[in-house]
């Protein structure tokens, strides 16, 4: 073996037994990020409905399914269109809540309160105040840090006589983790 061969086959020896005795690497610890995810409604409940089966609370039950501002058998109505007002939704997994998206096809600038309910069906008022009167369609999205209580469902009060005219609700997303 000649001298070239002799000293790589050493540098490879002495690497080797150094590696067998080095420190070992420290585990890095991996925080798995909490997964958000987007859950429609199963169940609708209100105050009052404009018709039956169009314009019924179920009509908020699903994904939002009218993609533009008009008057639409396929959103909740209220019956009158110029009074107080309230719906509930129910979703099938209770959840850690980070926010609501409610998906308004007509009449924006009704909605006065945003409530959460929570598995023992406590109440938990999340927003309060003046809804945007448009564009439209639009989403009024509220965002909370995360609830340390679960939630079942979601209360939406509308003062109409703010708009003097119906306001739709096609659907309500609930955001949150299990």
Known sequence: MKWGGLFATWVLLMWGITA???????????????VSFLQWATTAQASSEFGMPDWSAARMRGAPDVETCADDSRAWASAR???VEWVQLTYAKPVHATGVRVYQTFG?????????????????????????????????????????YR?????????????GFWNEIDAVALVGQP
Do not use: M, Y
Request: with cysteine; glycine share 12%.
């Open 20 to 34: 067998c005795h080095a420190e070992p690497t420290p585990a890095v610890k991996v925080t798995p990020t909490p």
């Open 81 to 83: 269109g110029n009074g």
């Open 151 to 163: 939630v079942l469902s979601v209360r939406i009060d509308l003062d109409e006589s703010r708009t």
């Open 108 to 148: 924006r600038g009704a909605i006065t309160r945003v409530t959460f309910v929570d598995t023992q069906g406590t109440g938990h008022v999340i927003w309060e105040g003046t809804d945007a009167r448009g564009p439209c369609p639009g989403i009024l999205a509220v965002t909370v840090p995360q609830t340390e």
